[in-house]
């Protein structure tokens, strides 16, 4: 075995797929936001998707069966074939510290196909963030139907903000992951084409 | 829905997108000639109308609340402002009845007075996003279907209202239990901007699925619409 990719194809399509479902959730929720603000700030109409609530109500709505769908192929993919135990495992807390540590110092070596233990860190924590957006939206979506659910997270409200929570968490992991990615222009490629991985750089 | 004129005057782009406009193609102005977004969007809605219908349950209630939750004010919401609501007399007013009911004689304020009541403390949510918590009672809408002679069958129930607005419902969401034709509101007669004489109180949909001050009650397998509905609105819009 001479190389395989960095990224697998299975994970470059629900990669973009995501993108895609990310940026019509984000941009639609925002301005489904602005329809009964939370915060005394208002989303610029500009940056919003589907120019009334209506619009934005039906692109969130037809939006969040790709994002659904998409997120659970890639938990199953994930799990199944071993890539969340090689990419996200181990993780400790020394180990993001002395990460951490070493990216302040421009010490961090970026190594393809292997995160460290920062990039493990913000990986799991926006895939929590994922699934709370989902938790929370279908609890705020059907505060009836899904009563309990509703109740388990606090109550209608609260829900809301957590809707909002977990979309800024999100939204944060995003200007991260794009800075370094500007910061790194040679890992955007491989996402694309899937690059070539030799042996000795697997861990 | 607030009463704001910008958007009524994007009726007919009611799902064209701002940010992603420029994947939509064609982009029509006119309702008739929705471009391919809206009849992407259009598709999706029926399928979650249909995804709603199936996670309904005629069994589940929902939550009400103690007297010391009720919102006050009460929050006025409709497609005008307050001061443009129209006024009903009571003593004039009827309720005409159309489509499949054995008994279309049209029922007045005092055939509701005589009827069996039901009340409830519960949430009205709007599509908004805000909600607000109020005591609502009337008649039972399944007892009054049940009682006109209504084809209980039909797939859907057409409301029409005195200041023009109109919606639709499906019959399981009509026979629920909390499901009311609502005559007061804590314990008083609605007021006119709260739809008085009579309005519906559905609490397992959102608040544009209550309409006020009725003036018709249809029962009928074509697909009515809506005053939101027709405009982009998910019909379903159950809570």
New interface residues.
């Given amino acids: 075995m001479a190389a395989r990719p960095i990224h697998p194809w299975p994970l470059r399509l629900m990669h973009w797929l995501n993108a895609l479902a990310l ?2 959730m984000i ?1 639609s929720g925002w ?3 602005d ?2 603000q939370l915060f005394r700030f208002t989303i610029p ?11 934005a ?3 969130h ?2 939006a969040m ?1 790709l994002f659904v769908l998409n997120g659970l192929a890639y938990l199953v993919w994930g799990t199944a074939s071993g890539h969340f135990r090689r990419r996200f495992l181990p993780l400790s807390p020394r180990a993001v510290l002395r990460d951490l540590w070493l990216a302040a110092t421009f010490r961090l070596p970026h190594r393809p196909g292997r995160y460290n233990a920062v990039q493990r860190l913000l990986y799991l924590g926006v895939l929590a963030c994922g699934t709370l957006s989902i938790v929370t939206g279908l609890a705020f979506w ?4 899904l ?1 309990w659910l509703s109740d388990l997270l606090g109550g ?2 609260e829900t ?1 903000f957590l809707h909002f929570a977990a979309m800024s968490g999100i939204v944060a992991f995003l200007v991260v992951h794009l800075v370094l990615v500007a910061a790194v222009p040679k890992v955007l490629a491989p996402m694309i084409t899937g690059g070539r991985l030799h042996e000795e750089s697997v861990p | 829905m607030s009463s704001d004129l910008d ?1 009524r005057r ?1 009726l007919g ?8 406009g420029l994947l939509g193609g064609c982009n029509f102005d006119h309702p008739n000639h929705p471009d391919l977004a809206d009849r ?2 259009h598709l ?2 029926r399928w ?1 109308d249909r995804v709603q219908a199936a ?3 005629p069994a ?4 009400t609340f103690p007297a010391a939750a009720i919102t006050r004010p009460p929050r006025f919401n409709a497609y005008y402002t307050i001061e443009h609501v129209r006024v009903v007399d009571g003593a004039l007013w009827h309720l005409d009845l159309f489509g499949a009911i054995a008994e279309k004689r049209p029922w007045r304020l005092a055939d509701f007075r005589a009827a069996p009541q039901a009340s409830q403390i519960t ?1 009205l ?7 607000v918590i109020g005591q609502w009672s009337g008649v039972p809408l399944g007892w009054f279907l049940r009682r006109v002679g209504a084809d209980l069958g039909a797939r859907y129930l057409s409301f029409r209202c005195a200041d023009g607005y109109h919606s639709s419902i499906d019959m399981a969401s009509a026979l629920h239990p909390q499901t009311i034709l609502a005559l007061d509101f804590l314990g008083q007669p609605l007021t006119p901007p709260f739809g008085f004489p009579l309005r519906l109180r559905i ?2 949909k959102l608040g544009f699925k209550n309409p006020k001050s009725l003036v018709a009650l249809g029962v009928t397998n074509r697909y009515p619409g809506g005053y ?1 509905e027709d ?4 019909w379903f819009s ?2």
């Fill in positions: 940026v019509i941009g301005q489904i936001y329809a009964h109409p500009s940056i919003t998707i589907g120019e009334w609530l209506a619009g109500i039906a692109w709505f037809a069966w059907k505060p009836v139907q009563w209608f409200r809301r | 958007r994007l782009r009611a799902l064209s997108f701002g940010a992603l992407f969007l999706l809605s979650n996670l309904f349950d589940t209630l929902a939550p949430r949510v709007c599509v908004e996003g805000w909600r609490p397992t939101w405009q982009g609105y998910n159950g809570s």
